[in-house]
């Protein structure tokens, strides 16, 4: 079974600061891919950021990262120089990538505020 | 593109109603989820399709939810009777069935219960 955990319920940042959002995941799978949303408090999904299990290098978009330790089973998101509108809930996500098997599992959120 | 398309947007009724949820995905995605989000909580999976085959409902509520997927395309969940516990967001998401693709969610059908 897959399993996110995600630590921090609520994080708090200055404006144009680094941040990191931590994800541990376990699972038995050897080929799955990791996924960071955004939620805004109008509700809709926004993907983020996308590693794949046998990715060699950490993935970057724009000014978010994501610090993937494998061994450590862990895949934590760093959002740098953040703004006010990176004030949202995240959630990191799973999914298996086997034969025909996609299921997409959510941790809990973390509520990031980014303060003025 | 268009993205995944919900309706409602809004849904009130009172408990023992029934109510349905419609879902249309993203033109070629395979893949289309039915996810029930409560308040302050991560997204938990009602139901997963692979074209029209429901391939993973092992936590869709049998007695009182349901759900279809005509022609692989469009998709429709039901509550019959709703219940004030099923007052949630419900999310539509679909995706591309290879890797290295995300899931592209609808905006969500808030439905309340009184």
């Known amino acids: 079974a897959q399993k996110i955990t995600q630590t921090q319920p609520g994080m708090f940042v200055q404006e144009k600061e680094a941040v990191t959002l931590d994800c541990t995941y376990d699972?038995?799978?050897?080929?799955?891919?990791l996924f960071w949303y955004k939620q805004p408090s109008s509700g809709e999904m926004i993907f983020l950021i996308y590693?794949?299990?046998?990715?060699?290098q950490n993935a970057t978009e724009g000014r978010y990262s994501l610090n993937f330790q494998k061994a450590r089973k862990s895949a934590n998101l760093v959002i740098s120089a953040s703004q006010l509108g990176d004030s949202a809930m995240y959630f990191c996500?799973?999914?298996?990538?086997?034969?025909?098997?996609?299921?997409?599992?959510f941790g809990k959120g973390t509520l990031l505020t980014v303060n003025p | 593109e268009a993205g995944v398309v919900q309706s409602p947007r809004y849904k009130i009724i009172e408990k023992k109603q029934p109510v349905a949820f419609w879902c249309n995905p993203i033109?070629?995605?395979?893949?289309l989820y039915w996810y029930r989000q409560n308040l302050g909580q991560g997204p938990e999976l009602l139901i997963r399709y692979e074209n029209e085959e429901a391939v993973d409902d092992s936590q869709l509520p049998k007695d009182r939810f349901s759900a279809e997927r005509l022609k692989g395309v469009d998709s429709t969940l039901k509550i019959q009777p709703a219940e004030l516990g099923d007052s949630a967001v419900y999310l539509c998401a679909s995706s591309k069935r290879t890797v290295n693709t995300e899931a592209f969610f609808g905006q969500g059908t808030r439905l309340t219960v009184v």
């Open positions: 996500a799973m999914r298996r990538e086997r034969g025909s098997n996609y299921k997409l599992t």
């Open positions: 033109s070629g995605h395979n893949t």
């Open positions: 590693q794949g299990s046998y990715d060699e």
């Open positions: 699972t038995s799978d050897q080929s799955y891919g």
